[in-house]
């Protein structure tokens, strides 16, 4: 007993000094399904919440090529230069499934990667998005924790991982490309609403004069949206990540945005209502694990979906059942 909380003590101290290799560790408990590890990560983080909160937490996303990893490796740099400490934690849905992660590349971010100011994390994987956005969270406090100011959660634009990023940032970038189908612009709608900027990367090269009609296509689609209160209005920049271009007019638009949310309080109110959301979340994802890990139910629940398959009971009344069964 006494060991363990020596131990637990011990990560609080390191991480609080900024100790990169407590910060992974404690990071690495987080995702662990080992309950004493769970309890462990718990303990840490409830010490250390009061050192957590001061960075601004910008979630960033597009399709795979787009230039994530690029972009975000300039703008790490050039933050770092800036005197800011960044981390950046990077979520794939699809390597939940394949295992092979299309961020998994040893090689994105090299530059950044070298800096002792960055801290970079790709998410675990094998996790469903639930536990997924449970972890990411906790590791958002932790790297603040340990000093970082600016958190960088990255995904890729697929599925709902951008709605999770979303709901645990302060500032929302879409990346996107000039030239993209209508298709495909259809498909970014509910994405582009979420957004607080727009950057439109590849703005170099043959690319650019497309780059620049893009931007102003998006900037005029943006006006049909409806004008948003205590914040600024969504902007669309250009960028060049290869070329290291427009990525400070991102950065300056983005310290703007915090400082209005922050004089209209915005800010305070979106993280207390993502403090709900996570609340809330962490509440159906522990009651639906018990219910499947339930004995009764681990029995019946089998019959009753074949049942359900063949058309021989309606779902509604399996859940009804299952839930009864649940619950005496
Ligand atoms: P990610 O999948 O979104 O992380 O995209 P990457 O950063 O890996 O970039 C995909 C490809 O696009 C790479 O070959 C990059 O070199 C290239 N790329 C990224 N940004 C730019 C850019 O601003 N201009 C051009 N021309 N190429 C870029």
Not at 67 to 79: A, E, N, P, R
Not at 115 to 129: C, D, E, F, V, W
Request: charged letters at 20%; one cysteine or more; proline letters at 3%.
């Amino acid at each position: 007993m006494k060991r363990k909380q020596l131990a637990t003590q011990h990560f609080i101290d390191q991480i609080r000094a900024g100790n990169r290799f407590a910060l992974s560790q404690a990071i690495t408990l987080t995702e662990s399904r080992l309950e004493a590890d769970q309890r462990k990560a718990k303990e840490i983080i409830e010490a250390l919440l009061p050192s957590t909160g001061h960075s601004i937490r910008v979630g960033i996303t597009g399709v795979p090529g787009v230039g994530k990893s690029t972009l975000i490796d300039q703008f790490g740099v050039y933050l770092i230069r800036q005197q800011q400490r960044v981390a950046v934690l990077s979520i794939d849905p699809s390597s939940q499934k394949s295992k092979g992660s299309i961020l998994g590349d040893k090689t994105r971010m090299s530059q950044l990667s070298a800096l002792p100011q960055a801290y970079i994390r790709p998410t675990a994987t094998g996790s469903h998005l639930g536990g997924v956005a449970q972890q990411t969270r906790e590791t958002i406090l932790l790297c603040e924790a340990a000093g970082y100011n600016i958190i960088i959660v990255e995904t890729v634009g697929v599925g709902q991982s951008e709605t999770m990023v979303r709901n645990m940032t302060d500032f929302f970038l879409l990346l996107m490309l000039a030239g993209a189908g209508d298709e495909l612009q259809g498909m970014k709608r509910g994405i582009m609403e979420m957004a607080d900027a727009l950057a439109i990367n590849k703005a170099d090269g043959s690319n650019l004069t497309a780059a620049q009609q893009a931007q102003q296509d998006y900037q005029q689609a943006l006006h049909l949206f409806p004008p948003v209160q205590n914040k600024l209005n969504p902007k669309v920049f250009t960028c060049s990540a290869l070329e290291n271009r427009g990525l400070e007019e991102i950065w300056v638009f983005i310290q703007q945005f915090i400082q209005q949310a922050k004089k209209t309080h915005y800010f305070s109110k979106q993280r207390q209502e993502q403090q709900l959301g996570w609340l809330h979340e962490l509440i159906n994802l522990q009651l639906s694990q018990n219910f499947f890990q339930h004995a009764t139910i681990k029995h019946q629940l089998p019959s009753l979906e074949q049942a359900v398959i063949q058309g021989e009971m309606t779902a509604r009344e399996a859940a009804e059942r299952l839930l009864k069964a649940f619950n005496t």
